[in-house]
């Protein structure tokens, strides 16, 4: 542009030297006309730099306008991404505030397992431990299967452990019963005794007497059996095993 204006400049130049100085031109022109071609000619240059520089501003304005455009484009690609990572970033929390809720739950509900459970067991409560209660229960399904020897070692096993629980009684009884079920009548009557002496006031106790009294009936030893079951009929007069001493006192007369 500024070379165009150079020779537009030029040109007025050469146009004005020439209608003013040149004695070969001196009769086309006169002062008056030639002022006037030099004014008009610079007017038209005037007007032409002035349209030049107006197309430069708006060559300028929409070059700015583009560029902020391409900004503003540029911004929204930004943002677009940002929402899709805010969106996954999202997703994630969600999945790992609903896998730690289930976490919670699972651990909650495992502790809970591992907590005392309180067992009310022939009208006496304790608390018993998940071991204790496994331990006790596995024990008794070896026993109810008929596995008498296998249901004697975990009786015993538990007897052993768990020398203070609310199961005892049962599992002693239960033990006794293993052993006269294999004719081991020695310890049978020692584990009845000893369920007895700990245990009095359980409901197994008149029954265990009466066992005591069946395992010397087994070993012929009416004399022994004969003393266990009238102790049964004195000591627990109103329980069921008492009539069935009162029975079998009458067939070993």
Same mark, same amino acid.
């Given at each position: 542009?500024?070379?165009?204006?150079?020779?537009?400049?030029?040109?007025?130049?050469?146009?004005?030297?020439?209608?003013?100085? #040149?004695?070969?031109?001196?009769?086309?022109?006169?002062?008056?006309?030639?002022?006037?071609?030099? =004014?008009?000619?610079?007017?038209?240059?005037?007007?032409?730099? =002035?349209?030049?520089?107006?197309?430069?501003?708006?060559?300028? &304005?929409?070059?700015?306008?583009?560029?902020?455009?391409?900004?503003?484009? =540029?911004?929204?690609?930004?943002?677009?991404?940002?929402?899709?990572?805010?969106?996954?970033?999202?997703?994630?929390?969600?999945?790992?505030?609903?896998?730690?809720?289930?976490?919670?739950?699972?651990?909650?509900?495992?502790?809970?397992?591992?907590?005392?459970?309180?067992?009310?067991?022939?009208?006496?409560?304790?608390?018993?431990?998940?071991?204790?209660?496994? =331990?006790?229960?596995?024990?008794?399904?070896?026993?109810?299967?008929?596995?008498?020897?296998?249901?004697?070692?975990?009786?015993?096993?538990?007897?052993?452990?768990?020398?203070?629980?609310?199961?005892?009684?049962?599992?002693?009884?239960?033990?006794?019963?293993?052993?006269?079920?294999?004719?081991?009548?020695?310890?049978?009557?020692?584990?009845?005794?000893?369920?007895?002496?700990?245990?009095? &006031?359980?409901?197994?106790?008149? &029954?265990?007497?009466?066992?005591?009294?069946?395992?010397?009936?087994?070993?012929?030893?009416?004399?022994?059996?004969?003393?266990?079951?009238?102790?049964?009929?004195?000591?627990?007069? &109103?329980?069921?095993?008492?009539?069935?001493?009162?029975?079998?006192?009458? #067939?070993?007369?």
């Amino acid at each position: 542009m500024k070379r165009f204006f150079l020779i537009l400049t030029t040109a007025v130049t050469f146009v004005s030297a020439g209608a003013l100085m #040149s004695p070969a031109h001196a009769g086309l022109f006169d002062d008056d006309e030639a002022r006037k071609a030099i =004014s008009d000619l610079n007017a038209k240059l005037t007007a032409v730099s =002035s349209k030049l520089d107006e197309q430069s501003d708006k060559k300028a &304005d929409k070059t700015a306008v583009l560029d902020q455009l391409n900004q503003l484009d =540029s911004l929204r690609q930004e943002i677009a991404r940002l929402r899709g990572q805010l969106e996954v970033l999202g997703n994630s929390v969600d999945e790992m505030q609903r896998r730690q809720k289930e976490f919670y739950v699972d651990l909650d509900n495992r502790l809970r397992k591992l907590e005392p459970q309180k067992v009310v067991l022939d009208g006496k409560e304790a608390q018993v431990d998940q071991n204790e209660q496994k =331990s006790y229960e596995t024990a008794l399904a070896v026993f109810q299967s008929g596995d008498y020897a296998g249901a004697a070692s975990s009786l015993n096993t538990f007897a052993q452990i768990y020398p203070h629980s609310i199961y005892l009684p049962v599992a002693q009884y239960s033990l006794g019963i293993a052993y006269y079920a294999q004719k081991d009548y020695k310890n049978a009557v020692a584990t009845f005794q000893s369920l007895l002496k700990a245990f009095p &006031d359980s409901p197994k106790a008149p &029954d265990a007497m009466l066992n005591i009294a069946s395992c010397y009936s087994e070993q012929k030893e009416k004399v022994q059996a004969k003393k266990w079951l009238q102790n049964v009929r004195t000591v627990y007069p &109103d329980s069921a095993a008492a009539k069935t001493a009162a029975d079998r006192l009458n #067939s070993l007369k």
